[in-house]
């Protein structure tokens, strides 16, 4: 069954500290994985997608992902978090398997502390 | 103004009632998608539409219905609301399988 699995339902960085979200995948098919981000109150922006190629992505914000095959992950990193970084984060998965529909994970909620 | 927007931005009404949200795209994209969002359940997809006059359910479909009459426009309906449509609900769209899903800013539903 396609899946995405997002094992950390919060977490607490301080400003300036490195950030990294797990997410797993489970999908039949070439993946295609995307990250947005959820402000309060607000709809979902993306921040990066993978498709094909290098493994390692750049996206908005600052943000990388690194897709890793092996492991079925899709790890979204920031080097230095900032206070307004703080949102929920949900990674998604999508494909020509799912006739390109996005299976979404439960989201990670950040919190940033001062 | 460009984008995707949703209305009404928050609504309450009663259980047994009829409800319809609406979602409006001006970028002429041919997939448009409707989701759930729920504490614990990330987003669900309720129904999703590749073009006008083509529909399709989602995962979570059941006491909802769409129509797409045009490409700007994916209504959805609740036909006899129930408690447990409480939820914030997202219309989103999509130029061409797989790119980028651009969302609205949903629209806050209770249901008492």
């Known amino acids: 069954a396609q899946s995405v699995t997002q094992p950390d339902i919060h977490i607490t960085v301080s400003e300036g500290a490195s950030l990294e979200l797990r997410c797993n995948y489970s999908?039949?098919?070439?993946?295609?994985l995307f990250w947005y981000v959820q402000s309060p109150g607000q709809g979902l922006q993306l921040l990066l997608k993978y498709f094909s190629g290098d493994t390692l992505v750049q996206g908005i914000k600052g943000f990388e992902a690194e897709f890793k095959r092996s492991q079925s992950s899709f790890n979204l990193r920031k080097p230095s978090v900032h206070w307004s970084d703080a949102a929920e984060y949900f990674c998604?998965?999508?494909?020509?398997?799912?006739?390109?529909?996005?299976?979404f994970g439960s989201g990670t909620r950040l919190l940033v502390r001062p | 103004d460009a984008g995707i927007t949703q209305s009404p931005r928050y609504k309450i009404t009663e259980t047994g009632r009829q409800v319809t949200l609406m979602c409006h795209q001006t970028?002429?994209?041919?997939?448009m998608f409707w989701y759930r969002q729920d504490l614990g359940h990330g987003l669900r997809l309720i129904y999703y539409?590749?073009?006008?006059?083509?529909?399709d359910k989602g995962e979570v479909s059941d006491g909802y219905v769409v129509s797409r009459s045009k490409t700007e426009n994916f209504p959805l309906t609740l036909e006899s609301a129930t408690r447990s449509q409480t939820s914030v609900y997202f219309c989103?769209?999509?130029?061409?399988?797989?790119?980028?899903?651009?969302f609205g800013p949903g629209t806050r539903l209770t249901v008492l």
């Open positions: 539409s590749a073009a006008a006059d083509i529909t």
């Open positions: 970028w002429s994209h041919s997939y």
């Open positions: 998604a998965v999508g494909g020509m398997d799912s006739s390109y529909k996005l299976i």
């Open positions: 989103a769209s999509s130029e061409i399988r797989v790119n980028e899903q651009f």
């Open positions: 999908y039949g098919a070439t993946p295609y």
